[in-house]
């Protein structure tokens, strides 16, 4: 009973439950608990990976960024440098971890270069495995990688043997995200002709990137649209700047070259709102696809190498394969689509040696139900010897 003369009301409408305002509790639980999200670039040094970050987020994170000398490139190695910086815009938290590749191609012998990358890539599922494995789950923290923006030389005509072995060996580990660098080197035709040479490269290579999630028939016809184009503007063509300039009266962040401006920020120079857009609008399908693909298939690898029998497939993750398994086939030549790895191969010849010993049970376990219901007397032989009785 109140004691303050409040009293309680509810919204008296006829057929009105309530559980309309349940995604306004999910909503609010969300924001306060923040979201969380790793970012992987990578790509050879001086191709603008830092100014893209900054420009993306509008915030600094490498304010004290050491440049090596030449001297100093002939011995620097891979490095794994992680940043993580809280962002804060309209009372929604994100805490942002950009993983930085310093070293990745600068060497003359690159041969080896990323599996400093894939190591990490691994620790990190084998970290949040652990914790997921503990007795304390309530506070775990995500720091798997979501997605990683490739940065593609925009002067290399393709993608080189390097880019390719990159890719090849991490498509199936993190969503692959490919990006052109420095696109204000090249003119429209230059762009669209790279763009062609370097999908097609992609589909030749049977190489998986990530797979823009398709439209469902009840969104709107804007929505729809924007995820067409987003999906045509793959490979992404960026440029990165944070300089403020002021053109024709407005401020713009861009680039001034003694022939004009580049915006950042104009559909009509590069591909950075459509890369931006694409990343914010789809960073949940991001989470969720590392989560119940890339994260389930190594749970299911470490479970298999020595544990029990990872469980079956959720209706989602199922649904999350497909369409990566889809967008996967379309872009993989049909001789590579039917190539089966090792482990599958493994995986196949166990199976067929079980069905045959399942078979050859089934086959004398009627035998023996032939013989009970004849009655014949079944040998034994015991001791050396051969003695006969009824079975």
């Keep these: 009973m109140a004691t303050d003369g409040r009293q309680f009301t509810a ?3 006829p057929g009105y439950v309530g559980f309309a305002n349940l995604p306004n509790q999910v909503h609010r639980k969300s924001v306060k608990k923040g979201f969380e999200f790793t970012l992987m670039v990578v790509g050879e040094s001086g191709l603008g990976k830092s100014t893209l970050v900054n420009s993306l987020f509008l915030t600094d994170l490498y304010p004290e960024r050491h440049i090596h000398s030449a001297s100093e490139k002939i011995k620097q190695t891979v490095k794994i440098d992680a940043s993580t910086v809280e962002i804060e815009e309209r009372g929604v938290k994100l805490r ?41 789950r309530r506070h775990i923290i995500d720091n798997r990688v979501h997605c990683c923006f490739y940065f593609i030389n925009p002067s290399g005509h393709g993608l080189r043997p390097l880019d390719i072995a990159f890719m090849k060996a991490v498509h199936h580990k993190v969503n692959i995200v490919p990006v052109i660098a420095k696109a204000d080197t090249l003119t429209k035709q230059e762009v669209l002709a790279l763009k062609a040479k370097v999908m097609s490269q992609i589909d030749e290579f049977g190489i998986s990137i990530y797979p823009l999630p398709d439209c469902d028939s009840d969104e709107d016809e804007d929505y729809r649209e924007q995820c067409r184009q987003l999906k045509e503007a793959v490979p992404f063509a960026v440029i990165g700047a944070n300089t403020v300039l002021e053109v024709k009266g407005r401020k713009v962040r861009g680039r001034m070259y003694p022939w004009g401006v580049v915006e950042v920020e104009n559909p009509e120079h590069c591909d950075f709102i459509k890369l931006r857009t694409m990343l914010i609008t789809h960073m949940q399908d991001l989470q969720e696809v590392t989560q119940e693909v890339h994260y389930e298939n190594f749970r299911a690898d470490k479970l298999a190498g020595g544990g029990p029998v990872p469980a079956k497939k959720s209706v989602r993750r199922a649904a999350t394969e497909d369409r990566y398994d889809s967008a996967e086939s379309k872009r993989r030549p049909e001789s590579q689509a039917q190539e089966l790895s090792e482990k599958e191969s493994e995986l196949l010849a166990k199976e067929q040696e079980l069905r045959l010993m399942q078979e050859k049970l089934a086959k004398m376990q009627a035998e023996m139900d032939a013989q009970r219901r004849n009655g014949t007397p079944q040998k034994i032989q015991q001791n050396g010897g051969v003695k006969t009785h009824d079975v």
């Design 11 to 13: 919204p008296e409408q």
């Design 96 to 136: 942002l971890t950009v993983v930085d590749t310093p070293g990745f191609g600068d060497s003359l012998n690159s041969v080896d270069c990323f599996k400093p990358i894939i190591q990490y890539v691994d620790d990190q599922f084998e970290r949040y495995l652990q914790d997921e494995s503990g007795l304390n």
